[in-house]
T-cell receptor, first 111, second 115 residues
Framework: KQEVTQIPAALSVPEGENLVLNCSFT??????LQWFRQDPGKGLTSLLL?????REQTSGRLNASLDKSSGRSTLYIAASQPGDSATYLC??????????FGKGTTLSVSS | EPEVTQTPSHQVTQMGQEVILRCVPI?????FYWYRQILGQKVEFLVS????????KSEIFDDQFSVERPDGSNFTLKIRSTKLEDSAMYFC?????????????FGQGTRLTVV
């Protein structure tokens, strides 16, 4: 059974720092991996999707990498801002339709 | 920008009552999903729906739950005889296809509180 783990559970950084969020999954047979942002009490906003054949995707200050064979993905946030404060979730899709989520990393960026 | 819309944003119901959560997926999407997130826990898959039938469901999605696409735009989740442990945020999502390059887009959620 696929398990998705995100480390750390929480992270506090000063504004301007570059940071890395980690996601690991136990079964490497995935179709894709998606990173989401969740603000408190709100829905999930899709940030980046990486297909299983890809190594990385970039969107603005965000860069996500995927090492399928080792079951790992990272989300790199450059020059962090207070507005980046949120919970970041990763989710994988295997054969089938369901996304399997990690518990998330709650990021706090102080000004 | 197209978005998934959910109503209501918050629903309070008494234990044992039936609730219907409503969603309007993105208009050209073909796959629809329901997920839930109990406070402090992971987002969990409930069910997926395609071509007017359930494609996949999790162990959570038992006979208490049902889904329906009553018309060309709405997608609903019905929870019969609600229990306290059904209190959670329920998210609807949709995607255009199941291809590896296809993102799932989520709504803002309905917070269900069972008292």
């Amino acid at each position: 059974k696929q398990e998705v783990t995100q480390i750390p559970a929480a992270l506090s950084v000063p504004e301007g720092e570059n940071l890395v969020l980690n996601c690991s999954f136990t079964d490497s047979a995935i179709y894709n991996l998606q990173w989401f942002r969740q603000d408190p009490g709100k829905g999930l906003t899709s940030l980046l999707l990486i297909q299983s054949s890809q190594r990385e995707q970039t969107s603005g200050r965000l860069n996500a990498s995927l090492d399928k064979s080792s079951g790992r993905s990272t989300l790199y946030i450059a020059a962090s801002q207070p507005g980046d404060s949120a919970t970041y979730l990763c989710a994988v899709r295997q054969a089938g339709t369901a996304l399997i989520f990690g518990k998330g990393t709650t990021l706090s960026v102080s000004s | 920008e197209p978005e998934v819309t959910q109503t209501p944003s918050h629903q309070v119901t008494q234990m044992g009552q039936e609730v219907i959560l409503r969603c309007v997926p993105i208009s050209n999407h073909l796959y629809f999903y329901w997920y839930r997130q109990i406070l402090g826990q992971k987002v969990e898959f409930l069910v997926s729906f395609y071509n007017n039938e359930i494609s996949e469901k999790s162990e959570i999605f038992d006979d208490q739950f049902s889904v329906e696409r009553p018309d060309g735009s709405n997608f609903t989740l019905k929870i019969r005889s609600t229990k306290l442990e059904d209190s959670a945020m329920y998210f609807c999502a949709s995607s255009a296809s199941l291809g590896g390059n296809t993102e799932a887009f989520f709504g803002q959620g309905t917070r269900l509180t069972v008292v």
